[in-house]
């Protein structure tokens, strides 16, 4: 073993001054935690470019080429290597003078994003958590021999091989769904059909009230699903549960056929949001930071409601509508209320959901493979670092 500290130099990032125009425009790309991928980047993920006099006369510093990043503030633990030199915030720790034959610097990607949990559990502070380089000093890291380290870096890498590509055949699959909606329906926001518009509130039951579920006593069991528990691509966990006594204070009600949708930042950019379904006795409790979205019989399906919800446009205007200070930003109920939007027949709206079916069978299938990879994947984790 050897302590991280040991076999490399911790470089910090910095933000030149806004406020100063010459430190900008440059051809120095400059990145985020956003950029951090796990494995390459280049001046393609850079989010903006600075000068040489922002190098000098700023916190900001070269990061050598091949160096190898790391997430401590915004993004803990997210980890990636670059292509070429470059810049970075105070978000992002570099490692640099790593010696190349004694250490893969892939396999050093690895071994951190494989501490991913344990570092987040270090982060402190009051606003924005974060680690101090004393954390990552400290981790110790197996040395297998140059060899070896390889070795174990190429059966990661053909398992995440793997997990791309089934995440991208979820993606085309839910990208099939966008596609047969625009083509029965139109864009979200447009009326190309000529049904005439109206308010999403007047389509559903926005937030409904757990006073008129006449089911719900002490010992009621019903599903608890946390805002982890709901996914980007629609699906959702609804295997915890909880007796409505603990639950009935302080959570956000729910039903079977109700849509969730995410309202804080970053989970609503990022999509998340699913249709209930297959909750204990039919009734869920979640998080207080989900709108829930109850579709009115004869009037709207819940899988057409959410298809509506997941467009990148529907999430960009809620995101200029949220309200709220920074990390805290909230999409206000009155947003979802007033979104005009043109409502098909209902009959096409259940052809779309009978349509979203079949395609869901296709998609639990690739999800069972997913989730089996990322076990194989957790396990050679343990495995080769502990």
């Known amino acids: 073993m050897a302590r991280l ?29 956003v950029a951090l991928n796990g494995s390459l980047i280049n001046d393609d993920d850079a989010v903006d470019w600075i000068t040489e006099k922002a190098i000098n006369n700023s916190a900001a510093k070269i990061v050598p080429e091949n160096s190898v990043m790391v997430g401590t503030r915004v993004g803990i633990g997210k980890v990636a290597r670059n292509c070429i030199p470059m810049s970075t915030s105070q978000d992002i720790i570099s490692l640099i003078g790593i010696d190349e034959n004694i250490w893969d610097k892939d396999y050093i990607c690895k071994f951190i994003g494989s501490k991913n949990d344990y570092l987040n559990s270090q982060a402190r502070g009051a606003t924005i958590k974060g680690i101090k380089i004393e954390i990552l000093d400290k981790l110790e ?120 949708f995410a309202k804080i930042t970053p989970c609503m950019e990022n999509g998340k949001g699913a249709v209930a379904k297959g909750l204990k006795n039919g009734i869920g409790f979640g998080s207080t930071e989900f709108h829930i979205l109850r579709p009115i019989g004869g009037i709207s399906n819940p899988y057409w409601i959410y298809a509506v919800t997941s467009f990148k446009q529907f999430r960009h205007d809620a995101a200029a509508n949220m309200t709220g200070s920074a990390g805290q930003r909230r999409v206000p109920a009155s947003y979802l209320n ?49």
Not at 11 to 17: M, V
Not at 188 to 211: A, H, I, S, V
Request: aromatic share 10%.
């Open 5 to 33: 500290g040991e076999i490399c130099k911790f470089q910090s990032g910095g933000t030149p001054a806004k406020s100063d125009s010459s430190f900008y425009g440059g051809n120095i790309p400059w990145i985020t935690t």
């Open 141 to 260: 890291v197996p040395n297998l021999g140059i060899a070896q380290q390889k070795r174990v870096s190429s059966i990661i890498d053909k398992v995440n091989t793997l997990i791309s590509l089934r995440q991208q055949q979820l993606e085309k699959l839910n990208q099939l769904v966008k596609s047969r909606f625009i083509e029965m329906f139109g864009m979200p926001g447009e009326d190309t059909k000529g049904w005439g518009f109206t308010r999403l509130g007047d389509c559903c039951e926005l937030n409904p009230k757990k006073g008129n579920e006449s089911r719900l006593k002490k010992d009621f069991m019903v599903s608890f699903v946390p805002m982890q528990a709901v996914s980007e691509n629609g699906s959702m966990d609804a295997s915890n549960t909880k007796s409505f006594d603990d639950v009935k204070m302080g959570f956000t009600y729910f039903a079977d056929g109700d849509v969730i």
């Open 338 to 386: 007033n979104y005009r939007i043109s409502l098909p027949p209902i009959t096409l709206q259940n052809h779309f959901a009978a349509f979203v079916s079949q395609v869901d069978k296709s998609k639990f299938e690739i999800q069972q493979s997913l989730e089996k990879l990322e076990i194989l994947k957790k396990s050679l984790m343990q495995k080769y670092f502990g």
